[in-house]
C-alpha cells in the first residue's frame, strides 16, 4: 500500500506561518465536511473503521499522533507530525490513530456529509469487504 503524503505549502514570514487549502489544489476532491479532534485523554486510541466511500484528508495542525492504514493486505504505520501535510485516506482502508500527543490537534477535511451507514467499524467485516468487493462499493452492505 501506499501511503499518500500531500505537501502543503506554508507561507512564512516573520509574523509566523500559513497554509491554505484549496479544492482542486493541495486537496484532492471537493471538501464538503470538516472537523477536528482535540483532547484526546492520553493513552487513549480512536478510529478502529474504515469507510466504503468517504476520502479525507488528516493533518496535524499541533501535536502529533500515529496512524496505522490497512488496505486489508498490509498495514502501514505513520506519524503524523507536520501541519504542512496531508495525509490523504481513501475509501476502503481501517484506520486506527494512537499515540496521541497531549496537545495533539487533527483536521479532517471529508469530501462527503457524515453518515454512519459509511463506516465498517467491525474488522472482519472489513476484511470480508476488502476480500470480496476488492475496494469500493457500497451495495455490498445493502
Ligand atoms: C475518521 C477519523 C480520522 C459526527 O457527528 N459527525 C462527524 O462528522 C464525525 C466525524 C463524527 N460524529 C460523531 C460520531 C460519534 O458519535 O462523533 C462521534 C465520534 O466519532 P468517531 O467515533 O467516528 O470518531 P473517531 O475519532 O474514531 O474517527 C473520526 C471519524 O469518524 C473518521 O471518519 O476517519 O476520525
Request: net charge negative; hydrophobic share 35%; glycine share 8%.
Amino acid at each position: 500500500m501506499e501511503i499518500k503524503l500531500l505537501p502543503l505549502q506554508s507561507h512564512g514570514d516573520d509574523r509566523g506561518s500559513l497554509i491554505a487549502l484549496e479544492e482542486g489544489k493541495n486537496v484532492p476532491f471537493k471538501i464538503k465536511r470538516v472537523y477536528y479532534l482535540y483532547n484526546t485523554k492520553p493513552g487513549v486510541s480512536r478510529g478502529f473503521h474504515a469507510h466504503k466511500n468517504l476520502k479525507q484528508v488528516v493533518i496535524a495542525v499541533r501535536g502529533s499522533c500515529r496512524f496505522v492504514l490497512d488496505d486489508g493486505d498490509e498495514k502501514i504505520s505513520i506519524l503524523l507530525d507536520n501541519p504542512a501535510q496531508g495525509l490523504l485516506i481513501e475509501s476502503g482502508i481501517w484506520r486506527e490513530m494512537h499515540n496521541f500527543s497531549e496537545d495533539c490537534v487533527l483536521m479532517v477535511l471529508a469530501d462527503s456529509l457524515y453518515s454512519e451507514e459509511d463506516y465498517i467499524r467491525d474488522y472482519n467485516k472489513f476484511l470480508q469487504f476488502h476480500k470480496n468487493i476488492g475496494g469500493v462499493h457500497d451495495s455490498f452492505f445493502k
